[in-house]
């Protein structure tokens, strides 16, 4: 079954303590993303990555890196997370920037 | 600011009625993309709009793509409870790698 799967669902820490969420795709997309999702902004671009060893800024990329070592992986870092990077995080891909996106079922992240 | 502004931002009607969601922006996109996202779940794609002028139909919705390509808008006719959701617009500008999402529209439909 094609898909994207993230991991965890959900996580509650506290500020300053580094944490990764990963994400797997097994369709062979060249195209990743993480978007956080906050209400009334939609979901904002965090980082995408076109393809292996190739990653770019989105619109809010501060306070978050990516890596991308493997096509079929796409990794979220918070190095020192922060209360304001509390949202919901997805992890989507694609086979080109222009063609439509798989979302996996999203991290719900809460800093304290 | 956003890169694509979607109004309303909140719509709540009853069943049977007809709604149009609208979807804009500023910037050219080379294509526009329809979401739908229901809580606990990520976005899941109703259609792609290519060419300015572009109408697509999905049973009960159709969907524009304005002339310059910097627009679109979702009609959708005879709601039903079924379509309430959060309806997303989305896309990548004529030029740049970056993907763009509006600001959503939460649509409630009263049985």
């Known amino acids: 079954e094609a898909q994207v799967t993230q991991n965890p669902r959900y996580l509650i820490t506290v500020t300053g303590k580094k944490l990764t969420v990963t994400c797997s795709q097994n369709m062979n997309h060249e195209y990743m993303s993480w978007y956080r999702q906050d209400p009334g902004l939609g979901l904002r671009q965090i980082y995408y990555s076109m393809n292996v060893e190739v990653t770019d800024k989105g619109d809010v990329p501060e306070g978050y890196k990516v890596s991308r070592k493997e096509k079929r992986n796409f990794p979220l870092i918070l190095e020192s997370p922060s209360p304001n990077q509390t949202s919901l995080y997805f992890c989507?891909?694609?086979?080109?920037?222009?063609?439509?996106?798989?979302f996996g079922d999203g991290t719900r992240l809460s800093i304290l | 600011t956003q890169l694509l502004e979607q109004s309303p931002q909140f719509l709540s009607i009853q069943e049977g009625e007809n709604l149009t969601v609208y979807c804009n922006s500023s910037?050219?996109?080379?294509?526009l993309q329809w979401y739908r996202q229901e809580p606990g779940e990520g976005p899941v794609l109703l259609v792609t709009?290519?060419?300015?002028?572009e109408v697509k139909k999905l049973k009960r919705l159709t969907f524009q793509f304005g002339d310059a390509r910097k627009d679109s808008s979702l009609h959708i006719t005879a709601a039903q409870p079924g379509d309430t959701g959060l309806y997303l617009c989305a896309g990548r500008e004529d030029t740049g790698n970056q993907f763009y999402f509006g600001t959503g529209t939460s649509l409630t439909v009263i049985p």
């Open positions: 989507a891909s694609s086979s080109a920037p222009w063609q439509p996106q798989h």
């Open positions: 910037s050219v996109f080379s294509s």
């Open positions: 709009v290519v060419t300015g002028g």
